[in-house]
């Protein structure tokens, strides 16, 4: 397959606080009500927030992302043939409170990472490679750009992409003594005020398929990964290059490979979370980008709505903006109060607008100064 002949997303599914499915998931973002309730799952006494996105009942994570994917899979229409030659790319984070055990008396505990994925893959009938990505807040997102590269380059003819975190108090009680969760209970991207972020609930399975490979078995076409860029930092261990020096990077690459002009992105789905530095260098990071027209291009961050969900992040929101796109408006940034100075964008804040183009760049970041860009484009 040639380099840029566009990667096909031919089945997704979603599972967040905004509820279960792809049509839940595009109707919470629309609707802009944060899901953001307080938190049952785990005790929250003593905590500075108390407050996250979350299902009131999930399963283990290793029985929802099982869920995740073979529900994908048949909305991409893969029988037991296709699967059976699908790798499994699985971005999770580790530890046992990621995997909530099950009650006493109710059969085998879920596989620790990374176990997993080969537990997942044979669970759902996948028989190609697995890999398991652990890499923070990029970890979904460079899954999807290495099976990019791979399917690209004609290694590989399919790919299931899966992510999974659910909110656990190991990393929420790290967030919140750090003073990284949002005090007021609100997360607030790009906007005055803005307090941190909120954690989410997200288990999430994409399938990702040659052009090739897609038309010959007649599959849907929900989207396409036109291109897809990383880069990084290494600037400070916690924070980004105030000036976005590796988020621009990241997105410049993208549009590189898609072989589109920065003209052509009609709506960015930032990483931003609500946290007065990193967004501020993500406006820088826009604004080297595309110049001038960094302030016209429609802007919003849905982690206002369903909240950080760490690992599983950039899966979710690559959802999200296929999603969008797809039914053609754009969803709104919420929590917005008022303007940052060093924030100049044009962030969507009151309802949701009709998109543009049909070109899209999802955003992602993490700790270490990892960075990731996703552009898709509606089919």
Same mark, same amino acid.
Not at 239 to 260: F, K, M
Not at 286 to 310: D, E, Q, Y
Not at 348 to 372: E, K, S, Y
């Given at each position: 397959?040639?380099?840029?002949?566009?990667?096909?997303?031919?089945?997704?599914?979603?599972?967040?606080?905004?509820?279960?499915?792809?049509?839940?998931?595009?109707?919470?973002?629309?609707?802009?009500?944060?899901?953001?309730?307080?938190?049952?799952?785990?005790?929250?006494?003593?905590?500075?927030?108390?407050?996250?996105?979350?299902?009131?009942?999930?399963?283990?994570?290793?029985?929802?992302?099982?869920?995740?994917?073979?529900?994908?899979?048949?909305?991409?229409?893969?029988?037991?043939?296709?699967?059976?030659?699908?790798?499994?790319?699985?971005?999770?984070?580790?530890?046992?409170?990621?995997?909530?055990?099950?009650?006493?008396?109710?059969?085998?505990?879920?596989?620790?990472?990374?176990?997993?994925?080969?537990?997942?893959?044979?669970?759902?009938?996948?028989?190609?490679?697995?890999?398991?990505?652990?890499?923070?807040?990029?970890?979904?997102?460079?899954?999807?750009?290495?099976?990019?590269?791979?399917?690209?380059?004609?290694?590989?003819?399919?790919?299931?992409?899966?992510?999974?975190?659910?909110?656990?108090?190991?990393?929420?009680?790290?967030?919140?003594?750090?003073?990284?969760?949002?005090?007021?209970?609100?997360?607030?991207?790009?906007?005055?005020?803005?307090?941190?972020?909120?954690?989410?609930?997200?288990?999430?399975?994409?399938? @990702?398929?040659? =052009?090739?490979? $897609? *038309?010959? !078995?007649? &599959?849907?076409?929900? +989207?396409?990964?036109? %291109?897809?860029?990383? #880069?990084?930092?290494?600037?400070?261990?916690?924070?980004?290059?105030?000036?976005?020096?590796? @988020?621009?990077? =990241?997105?410049? $690459? *993208?549009? !590189?490979? &898609?072989?589109?002009? +920065?003209?052509?992105? %009609?709506?960015?789905? #930032?990483?931003?979370?609500?946290?007065?530095?990193?967004?501020?260098?993500?406006?820088?990071? @826009?604004?080297?980008?595309?110049? $001038? *027209?960094?302030?016209?291009?429609?802007?919003?961050?849905?982690?206002?709505?369903?909240?950080? #969900?760490?690992?599983?992040?950039?899966?979710?929101?690559?959802?999200?903006?296929?999603?969008? @796109?797809?039914?053609?408006?754009?969803?709104?940034?919420?929590?917005?109060?008022?303007?940052?100075?060093?924030?100049?964008?044009?962030?969507?804040?009151?309802?949701?607008?009709?998109?543009?183009?049909?070109?899209?760049?999802?955003?992602?970041?993490?700790?270490?100064?990892?960075?990731?860009?996703?552009?898709?484009?509606?089919?």
């Amino acid at each position: 397959m040639a380099e840029r002949e566009h990667l096909r997303i031919t089945g997704v599914h979603a599972v967040s606080a905004l509820g279960r499915g792809a049509d839940a998931l595009l109707a919470g973002v629309l609707a802009g009500a944060p899901a953001f309730t307080p938190v049952r799952r785990f005790d929250t006494i003593g905590r500075r927030v108390t407050v996250a996105a979350t299902l009131p009942e999930v399963g283990t994570l290793a029985d929802e992302l099982t869920d995740a994917v073979d529900r994908a899979c048949r909305a991409a229409g893969l029988d037991r043939t296709h699967r059976a030659g699908a790798a499994l790319f699985l971005a999770t984070h580790g530890g046992p409170h990621s995997l909530p055990a099950r009650p006493a008396g109710g059969g085998d505990t879920a596989p620790e990472v990374p176990a997993l994925a080969g537990h997942l893959a044979r669970r759902c009938g996948l028989g190609g490679r697995t890999r398991t990505y652990t890499t923070a807040c990029v970890s979904a997102s460079t899954a999807v750009a290495d099976a990019a590269t791979l399917i690209g380059r004609g290694d590989l003819d399919r790919v299931v992409v899966a992510a999974g975190y659910l909110v656990e108090p190991d990393q929420y009680a790290l967030f919140d003594a750090g003073r990284a969760l949002a005090a007021d209970g609100a997360v607030r991207p790009f906007s005055a005020g803005r307090k941190g972020l909120l954690l989410g609930d997200a288990v999430v399975a994409v399938v @990702l398929e040659s =052009a090739r490979a $897609a *038309a010959a !078995r007649g &599959a849907p076409t929900v +989207a396409t990964v036109a %291109g897809w860029g990383r #880069a990084g930092d290494a600037y400070h261990p916690c924070q980004p290059h105030p000036e976005g020096h590796g @988020l621009a990077r =990241a997105a410049e $690459a *993208a549009l !590189r490979r &898609a072989g589109l002009p +920065a003209a052509a992105v %009609g709506y960015v789905n #930032a990483n931003a979370t609500g946290t007065p530095y990193s967004d501020a260098s993500e406006a820088a990071a @826009l604004g080297r980008v595309f110049g $001038a *027209a960094a302030g016209r291009i429609p802007v919003s961050s849905t982690k206002s709505v369903h909240g950080h #969900a760490l690992e599983a992040s950039g899966l979710l929101e690559l959802v999200v903006t296929v999603l969008t @796109l797809g039914h053609g408006k754009l969803p709104v940034n919420a929590g917005w109060l008022g303007p940052d100075d060093s924030c100049p964008l044009d962030v969507i804040t009151d309802a949701p607008r009709p998109a543009p183009t049909p070109h899209a760049l999802t955003l992602n970041a993490a700790f270490g100064g990892a960075n990731t860009a996703l552009l898709v484009s509606a089919p």
